[in-house]
């Protein structure tokens, strides 16, 4: 069983296209975030959800906007694709907050033309 | 602003020798720290973690040391081997702020 799964592995689209990342974790957790890792591997909290409500919005593009229709999933839809969203999106979750273990995604890589 | 720094980038170590990465924080408000192990094509995975009233804390080969008044803190994997390449993330988490800060990274290859 896969704790946390993202769907599409892969996404490769053009500039200007939205597009949407699927995120679902099995393990009850209350905490959902979206990560961003970019060419130079560095990773970056986008957003922390607890409880299907936002807590944090790290200072992400307004195009960047997370749903979360209940505490399993956090999808990320993102309009309007630019060159510099091409990077690795990994979707993580964790028990109650951030000190818990968090557990991540295989992550979606993102290739925008 | 990076509030988290990790040196060395890269690093190269003979099998049976030790690793040794290094991370310094900023933000006094961090309460917890954890190190993060991602292999290529997968997402990290916590490898072990510490908390700031603590100073070392030993697991298997994995040693975290933490130096709370220079604000730092290290990872030591002891007879380091082949299958321990991989990227590795110090991280820092504000839990108030609901939020975990990374390091940039070391890319740790070890030779067999």
């Known amino acids: 069983d896969t704790a946390v799964s993202q769907t599409p592995k892969y996404l490769v689209t053009q500039m200007g296209n939205d597009k949407s990342i699927k995120c679902e974790q099995n393990?009850?957790?209350?905490?959902m975030y979206w990560y961003k890792q970019d060419s130079k591997k560095f990773l970056k909290i986008m957003f922390s959800?607890?409880?299907?409500?936002?807590?944090i919005n790290e200072t992400v593009p307004n195009r960047f906007s997370p749903k979360s229709p209940d505490k399993a999933h956090l999808n990320l839809h993102i309009n309007s694709l630019e060159l510099g969203d091409s990077a690795v999106y990994f979707c993580?979750?964790?028990?109650?907050?951030?000190?818990?273990?968090?557990?991540f995604g295989p992550g979606t890589r993102l290739t925008v033309l | 602003q990076q509030q988290v720094k990790q040196s060395p980038q890269s690093l190269i170590v003979q099998k049976g020798g030790i690793s040794i990465i290094n991370c310094a924080y900023e933000?006094?408000?961090?309460?917890?720290f954890p190190w993060y192990q991602q292999f290529p094509g997968k997402g990290p995975a916590l490898l072990i973690a510490?908390?700031?009233?603590?100073s070392e804390k030993k697991e298997g080969r994995f040693t975290i040391s933490f130096n709370k008044s220079a604000k730092q803190f290290s990872l030591h994997i002891m007879d380091s081997q082949p299958g321990d390449s991989a990227t590795y993330f110090c991280?820092?988490?504000?839990?108030?702020?609901?939020?975990?800060?990374f390091g940039a990274g070391t890319r740790l290859f070890v030779k067999a």
């Open positions: 993580a979750s964790s028990l109650r907050d951030p000190r818990d273990t968090q557990y």
């Open positions: 393990l009850g957790h209350d905490t």
């Open positions: 959800y607890n409880n299907k409500e936002l807590i």
């Open positions: 933000n006094t408000a961090f309460d917890y």
């Open positions: 510490i908390r700031p009233d603590v």
């Open positions: 991280a820092a988490t504000h839990t108030g702020g609901f939020k975990t800060i």
